[in-house]
């Protein structure tokens, strides 16, 4: 039972622990729809643990992760992903082997079916749902200033551009909610303008999303609201520009 009025995410008292290690500890908080939220806090602060534990690659040990207000809590990544929440990786994940424009195809959405094997078996299957696909592949890689990089093997890139895959990859799935680790790291700053750009886009079109990020000047370009995560719980929620002014965020997250 979906509803249209209610955040797109709504995460409650969730817990994940790693043996002794309360890496999320209780954490609450909500994304509304078509909007960028922030997720920031120092190093093992849980950041990633807590997006891993949403998108469903990782079981939580306690709370709710509700997604369109429908629990999903405990959702395997497969599931989630088909419901349209699609996260990348802190550590950009690549098919060498394959060339740029490849890696965006194996984006795989479940619409994609049969082509994506096809394509990474040789098979190469040209309907006409995978010439729209390239097409939008395309374009993708156009939006990133890399359409010169189509036909690179993805080991060839730059971690920068490494990093620029996944997030397109993301993008590809045509996700209603992405959860996104840190995807402006090692990237130039150019390119992060660019992507800035694109992400307040696609909010515009609808697209809701979770950003985990290390530039609170981004953060505070991109996002209507921001959480800030210590040591495995939430320590305050807000606009950037009011949280740079509280004492425990500053103490907690040395703020330059
Ligand atoms: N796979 C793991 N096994 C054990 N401990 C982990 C694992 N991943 C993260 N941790 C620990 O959990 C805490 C939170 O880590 P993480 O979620 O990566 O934080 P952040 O993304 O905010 O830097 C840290 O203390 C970290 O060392
Ligand atoms: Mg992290």
């Keep these: 039972m979906g509803s249209s009025s209610g955040p797109i995410l709504e995460v409650r008292d969730l817990v994940k622990h790693y043996g002794g290690v309360r890496a999320v500890d209780g954490i609450s908080f909500a994304v509304e729809r078509g909007t960028i939220t922030g997720l920031i806090g120092p190093n093992g602060a849980g950041k990633s643990t807590a997006l891993n534990v949403i998108a469903g690659f990782l079981p939580p040990d306690g709370g709710r992760v509700l997604l369109d207000g429908e629990d999903v809590t405990g959702q395997p990544m497969h599931r989630l992903a088909r419901q349209g929440v699609v996260r990348t990786f802190q550590m950009a994940r690549v098919f060498g082997g394959l060339t740029t424009i490849e890696n965006l195809l194996v984006a795989a959405p479940a619409q994609l ?64 909610l992405l959860l996104l680790d840190e995807p402006m790291a090692g990237l130039s700053p150019s390119l992060s303008k660019q992507l800035e750009d694109l992400f307040l886009e696609l909010t515009h079109d609808g697209l809701s999303m979770l950003l985990v990020e290390h530039s609170l000047d981004t953060v505070e370009r991109l996002c209507t609201k921001v959480v800030v995560m210590a040591q495995g719980k939430v320590l305050a929620e807000g606009r950037m520009s009011e949280l740079r002014t509280r004492r425990e965020v500053q103490d907690a997250y040395v703020i330059g």
């Design 113 to 176: 079916g049969e082509t994506a094997t096809g394509l990474i078996g040789g098979k190469r299957l040209w309907g006409g749902q995978e010439s729209e696909l390239i097409e939008r592949a395309k374009e993708m890689l156009t939006a990133f200033g890399m359409r010169d990089k189509a036909d690179e093997q993805a080991r060839n890139l730059s971690g920068g551009q490494k990093r620029a895959v996944e997030t397109m990859r993301a993008l590809m799935a045509r996700p209603k």
